[in-house]
């Protein structure tokens, strides 16, 4: 009965239809307790289901607005009764006991002093959150994890799109969005967002991201236009949000969920006597208080924190203040840096500077007032790792350059083929653009495969007949092992899957000797791919082939930032486009930078044109779509680690080599071309010069 006068309330206070609503989700009954999240979750899930749309939005709005209301409410009680006189430990127990304590006189002192502070919380929420407090009110671990990937906010979008509320509706998806990249309806739903005449820009706002996200990105992007003064606020403001929201979820740490999250992972409740039991829930205490500092400097949809988030915003805000003239805050900021890494040759480098344009000793002038310490935020052995990582990755501050034409001269091992643009041409790094790796009667052999195993109904990797990224577009891939069983079967020509073997490893040879010369690389997959415009659904098209993305990281275009973690294929390091054919409408390989917006190079497919890149944020990429015809390629990426080896490359070998070495004929519809390799070999062998030939082949 009470739950169903709460949905009343709830619909008498839904604005009347075609009223405005304002923005963001503001509270529908202000200053009343909040309600138990999951009672009103579920009945806002059964609410949309019956296709109650109205009632949905307030129910899924009412258990987003009581979970936060829940948070602050325990965060007020705990710093309220953190504040009552007398909260404060004992002397005799903040103290070290002596030698001649007596024994047991601490343990009435601590007992006292926990119940004192117990009842205080216990008054505190029962004021704030009604009666029971906030053991009425503890939500499980299934609902924690569905407002921690947002779900309400994927529902919330439907609602709001069938109430014809589209500023909010794209409010919400943009929301879920932000922590799910990789959710492929939402991709979609977003796009076609994008292409509704009567969305603004301004529509696409997160309503749950912390603030201090927003005031460092702003930062960082003032700083990168040389606009320090106008970056130092920012900055600032990010700090200390940034310091603020760790606090704020430190002290929730002492809240029955962690409490209730500890049981449910261990399968057990408290074991032992009463001193195993506070000694238990002390020590998960102080391990929630340590996840809050990764939880803090991790955005919202990814699984690792920003390296290195703390002292990286005081090295800038150092920076900052130096490049206006501020040397005394510089000061103190690098002087905060060296709290954390006493040894950082840059920060001590930039202290001596700084003190030698102040001209004048300033031995008050120490580190920031702030109330904290490294030691609070980062342990001594995690920032002695964080050392170690950073004295191992010195191209994270001298970026590979881009090699001249000449070196190519050295390196081109193959008859014919020819750079065509190199990175400086594309306007990136670590790109380049080779012509003549395939002859025209190789370009027909391989596409009269891909056309042959499409026939016999093999499309690796994708069942459907529709393109994974697009509706307007049939998609068809092939790998190598694929094409080995079907050449067995007698499906396609033998030719042209020993071609595809062959054209992989000459591929891969040739990445390697321009991008990794001193470095082993390996094959980690290979795919014949083709894309078919779909006749009848090109007009009025406003979405990519292939939307732009990275190859080992998951890119955010919001934040420029790419996140080399699952799903993302991270073993990755160089890619490879080696295309079969042009004629078709569109289909052009982009670059981008990272924001997947300003397009930096663009390069036409062509046969035997192999376009080579590597695989991190560094080099975003798409496909415009393919409006008529069909477009051909062979996909390639490359790894440094052999245990990413292409295992069915392995196979596919073996697997074609075994009626030759049984004096079978090999079946065949097309003529062989001779391999480039072979022409290669001749050619050394007249000149004299030991042949360079490849490992495998």
Request: net charge neutral.
């Amino acid at each position: 009965m009470l739950r169903l006068l709460w949905l009343l309330l709830l619909l008498l206070l839904l604005p009347p239809p075609g009223s405005p609503e304002p923005p963001g989700l503001a509270p529908l009954s202000p200053g009343a307790p909040p309600q138990a999240p999951d009672l009103l979750y579920a009945d806002g899930l059964r609410a949309y289901a019956a296709g109650a749309w109205a009632p949905a939005v307030a129910l899924l709005r009412e258990a987003l607005r009581s979970r936060v209301a829940l948070g602050r409410a325990r965060r007020d009680c705990q710093e309220r009764c953190a504040a009552e006189p007398g909260a404060a430990l004992p002397a005799l127990l903040a103290a070290a006991p002596g030698p001649g304590a007596a024994r047991g006189a601490w343990e009435p002192l601590l007992l006292r002093a926990a119940l004192r502070r117990a009842e205080c919380l216990t008054q505190c929420a029962a004021r704030r959150l009604g009666p029971g407090g906030a053991a009425r009110l503890r939500v499980g671990s299934t609902l924690r994890d569905a407002f921690r990937r947002r779900e309400p906010y994927n529902y919330l979008q439907r609602a709001y799109y069938q109430l014809k509320k589209l500023d909010l509706a794209v409010a919400a998806a943009h929301t879920f969005f932000v922590a799910n990249p990789t959710h492929l309806q939402m991709r979609e739903d977003m796009a076609k967002y994008r292409r509704m005449p009567g969305v603004r820009p301004q529509s696409f706002r997160d309503l749950e991201t912390p603030s201090y996200w927003a005031a460092y990105d702003t930062g960082l992007e003032l700083l990168g236009r040389q606009e320090a003064g106008l970056a130092l606020p920012r900055l600032e403001e990010a700090l200390q949000e940034s310091l603020a929201q760790m606090e704020s979820c430190r002290a929730g740490c002492e809240g029955p969920e962690e409490q209730q999250r500890e049981e449910e992972e261990e399968g057990t409740g408290s074991q032992g006597g009463l001193y195993e039991a506070i000694a238990g829930h002390w020590i998960r205490v102080l391990q929630c208080r340590q996840r809050c500092v990764g939880d803090t400097a991790t955005r919202p949809g990814r699984s690792f924190p920003v390296p290195d988030f703390l002292p990286s915003q005081l090295r800038r805000l150092h920076e900052a203040h130096a490049q206006v003239g501020n040397l005394s805050q510089a000061v103190e900021n690098v002087r905060s840096v060296l709290l954390f890494y006493p040894e950082d040759e840059a920060a001590k480098k930039a202290l001596d500077q700084y003190q030698a344009q102040l001209g004048e000793p300033r031995p008050g002038l120490g580190p920031r007032e702030d109330p904290w310490t490294p030691a609070a935020f980062i342990p001594e052995a995690l920032r002695q790792k964080l050392r170690e990582d950073q004295e191992k990755r010195p191209w994270d501050h001298e970026p590979p350059q881009p090699k001249p034409l000449t070196h190519w001269k050295d390196v081109l091992l193959l008859e014919g083929v020819t750079l065509t643009q190199d990175a400086r041409q594309l306007n990136g790094s670590e790109r380049a653009v080779l012509d003549g790796l395939l002859t025209p009667a190789e370009c027909g052999v391989l596409l009269q495969l891909a056309k042959d195993a499409a026939e016999a109904g093999a499309r690796s990797g994708y069942r459907g007949r529709r393109s994974p990224h697009t509706p307007h577009e049939r998609f068809e891939g092939l790998t190598v092992l694929k094409a080995a069983q079907l050449a067995r079967a007698g499906a396609v020509g033998s030719q042209g899957a020993q071609l595809l073997l062959e054209v992989s490893e000459r591929v891969r040879t040739l990445t390697q000797a321009y991008f990794s010369p001193e470095r082993p690389l390996h094959l980690s997959f290979t795919h014949l791919v083709c894309r078919s415009a779909i006749e009848g659904e090109q007009a009025q098209r406003m979405d990519l082939s292939h939307p732009v993305h990275a190859d080992n990281c998951v890119l955010d275009p919001d934040t420029g930032e790419c996140w080399r973690e699952p799903p993302a294929y991270t073993y990755r390091d160089y890619s490879g486009l080696l295309y079969l054919n042009d004629d078709f409408q569109g289909g052009d390989l982009f670059f981008t930078e990272p924001n997947a917006l300003t397009v930096t190079a663009q390069v036409r497919p062509r046969c035997g044109r192999l376009v080579a890149f590597s695989s991190g944020g560094e080099n975003p990429h798409g496909v415009w779509a393919v409006t008529r015809g069909r477009r051909c390629a062979l996909a390639l990426w490359h790894t440094w680690a052999p245990e990413h080896r292409e295992q069915e490359w392995t196979e596919a070998k073996e697997l074609l080599q075994v009626p030759e070495e049984e004096g079978e004929e090999m079946p065949s519809r097309d003529p062989a071309p001779e391999p480039p390799s072979r022409r290669l070999q001749r050619a050394q062998d007249k000149a004299g010069k030991p042949p360079r030939v490849r490992e495998e082949l």
